[in-house]
T-cell receptor, first 116, second 112 residues
Framework: EAGVTQFPSHSVIEKGQTVTLRCDPI?????LYWYRRVMGKEIKFLLH????????ESGMPNNRFLAERTGGTYSTLKVQPAELEDSGVYFC??????????????FGEGSRLTVL | EDQVTQSPEALRLQEGESSSLNCSYT??????LFWYRQDPGKGPEFLFT???AGEEKEKERLKATLTKKESFLHITAPKPEDSATYLC?????????????FGKGTSLLVTP
């Protein structure tokens, strides 16, 4: 069974440019999460989809970040325009039920974003 | 303020040298505490869920325990392949529900 896949694995962009990260969750997982780890900090929650709906986007830092989940399948996270402080590793995770109840999240390997 | 603190930040053990990692939390109304393992360049991998004080879970050389203020991940006779970063997380309330709040992790290195 395929795990959570993320693309690209690493992206290097200039400040002010746009980057789109993609996540393909495990097939059948309705719950999809985005997290971010900035250098030296803990992994932080960004948002949670249930199917195609945003269940909780309270962790999104600002309106430069836009997440979508087309048809309840894959998800994209767009950063436009990127700033230096956006650098970090962006993790996508999926789960069958709500992960906050069981902790059983399946993470992708992450997309490392470097903004110069 | 609700938070999760892990200690030590880094730990180096000789193969076979048992030790414990700590995760302390200040959360009112704990809904669960979760442990993950993260290898370099990978995402976290779920290990355990603990719900109530006194609960214990085991998997190979790892045993997780929970009290009212903290959780311990005990590693018995570790092997080099146990080297990884170990993360704990608890659900914290957001404006719209609950989300996992992670500690910074403990980086464990087990040498032969």
């Amino acid at each position: 069974e395929a795990g959570v896949t993320q693309f690209p694995s690493h992206s290097v962009i200039e400040k002010g440019q746009t980057v789109t990260l993609r996540c393909d969750p495990i097939s059948g997982h309705d719950n999809l999460y985005w997290y971010r780890r900035v250098m030296g900090k803990e992994i932080k929650f960004l948002l949670h989809f249930v199917k195609e709906s945003k269940q909780d986007e309270s962790g999104m830092p600002n309106n430069r970040f836009l997440a979508e989940r087309t048809g309840g399948t894959y998800s994209t996270l767009k950063v436009q325009p990127a700033e230096l402080e956006d650098s970090g590793v962006y993790f996508c995770a999926s789960s069958e039920g709500e992960a906050v109840n069981t902790g059983e999240l399946f993470f992708g390997e992450g997309s490392r974003l470097t903004v110069l | 303020e609700d938070q999760v603190t892990q200690s030590p930040e880094a730990l180096r053990l000789q193969e076979g040298e048992s030790s414990s990692l700590n995760c302390s939390y200040t959360v009112s109304g704990l809904r669960g505490l979760f442990w993950y393992r993260q290898d370099p360049g990978k995402g976290p991998e779920f290990l355990f869920t603990l719900y109530s004080a006194g609960e214990e879970k085991e998997k190979e050389r790892l045993k997780a325990t929970l009290t009212k203020k903290e959780s311990f991940l005990h590693i018995t006779a570790p092997k080099p392949e146990d080297s990884a970063t170990y993360l704990c997380a608890v659900p914290l309330q957001t404006n719209s529900g609950y989300a996992l709040n992670f500690g910074k992790g403990t980086s464990l290195l087990v040498t032969p």
